[in-house]
């Protein structure tokens, strides 16, 4: 099965992310990057999924002119750990102290997609639990220097060095930690008239 039902749709995906662009073009389906400005602030009383879904209908939301035929994909991902969110680190001192934070302990990255045509918006989640090894404040810092990790959640990108030597353990699907879990994306995609 090949998306055949997209054929003659203009899938637009909304984000900026080249691991989301070429998730998506892994899989076959003929996209458009299209780029809106959003404030992503979120209400502390927000917890876990409730997060990362606010923020992909955020997203959604400023596409209020999608014609008959268009599909829209928006996503976000956070990192969830000891009851909090790790959301972009700021400056190389915020991204230590996430890594650090990480470090020797498990925590769950969320990635949330929302699929919006004329017609309806939905919101899905998935959810994966990653371990880390206990990291030397060498190798943390030898990272930030060298991949500049501040584009992403909790200050680490998965296929990047730092999850290739530093990741012991994870539980749920590599995509989903990567920011799209697409066997979920395809799924709904899928499911479109």
């Not at 220097?145 to 200050?155: E, L, N, R, S, V």
Request: aromatic letters at 10%; one cysteine or more.
């Amino acid at each position: 099965m090949n998306l055949n039902n997209l054929k003659n749709k203009r899938v637009i995906l909304a984000s900026g992310s080249p691991r989301r662009q070429e998730i998506l073009k892994s899989i076959g389906v003929d996209f458009e990057v299209e780029l809106r400005s959003v404030d992503e602030v979120f209400s502390h009383k927000l917890k876990h999924h409730e997060i990362s879904d606010y923020l992909a209908q955020l997203k959604a939301e400023q596409f209020d002119d999608l014609k008959p035929n268009d599909v829209l994909i928006t996503g976000d991902t956070i990192v969830w750990h000891q009851d909090k969110a790790l959301n972009k680190p700021s400056d190389s001192e915020e991204a230590f102290e996430m890594l650090q934070s990480l470090s020797n302990t498990t925590h769950e990255v969320i990635s949330s997609f929302c699929i919006k045509t004329t017609e309806k918006t939905e919101t899905f989640y998935d959810t994966t639990q990653v371990r880390f090894k206990s990291l030397t404040e060498d190798e943390i810092w030898h990272y930030i220097h060298t991949y500049q990790p501040f584009d992403k959640a909790g200050a680490y990108g998965i296929q990047e060095w730092i999850g290739q030597v530093g990741i012991s353990e994870i539980k749920g699907s590599f995509y989903t930690v990567m920011g799209f879990p697409i066997h979920k994306v395809y799924t709904e995609l899928s499911l479109l008239n």
